[in-house]
């Protein structure tokens, strides 16, 4: 289960602190997936199953791990896969090199100072995930 953000958190992101938000397109019935992506086994196996449903996603990737593996990010961009940024923006150059690309999205962070380092650095913070809540049996 994903933990809510905090209320100010939402409140500073939905009054556009470090920019607005970015997906989706108002009318447009198309779904934006993104998917967190830790270690790389979990980019590998995570690329398995998009390629296996003929889908593609934003992956979102930590620097160290682009720093670790770069020719993986970078096969994957080249999959057609947007690659955007999880964890510290200070690894912003790391994650543009071993994308081969320039990184424009961002898992919101946080923190409000984190999410003003986005804003600096003119990333767009996506929409924080939604906790899942338990559904009443049928």
């Known amino acids: 289960m994903t933990t809510p953000h905090p209320l100010w958190l939402r409140a500073a992101l939905h009054a ?22 830790q270690t790389l086994d979990e980019l590998a196996r995570t690329q398995q199953v998009l390629r296996d449903a003929g889908v593609q996603a934003t992956l979102l990737v930590p620097p160290a791990l682009a720093r670790q593996a770069p020719a993986e990010v970078r096969a994957a961009r080249a999959r057609g896969h947007e690659v955007g940024g999880l964890g510290d923006p200070a690894g912003l150059s790391v994650l543009e090199v071993a994308a081969a690309h320039p990184v424009t999205t961002w898992a919101t962070p946080a923190t409000l100072g984190a999410l003003r380092q986005l804003g600096a650095r003119h990333l767009r913070a996506l929409p924080p995930a939604q906790p899942s809540r338990p559904r009443a049996p049928c």
């Open 16 to 37: 556009g602190v470090g920019g607005t938000w970015h997906g989706g397109h108002p009318g447009d019935p198309r779904v934006g997936l993104a998917v967190p992506v």
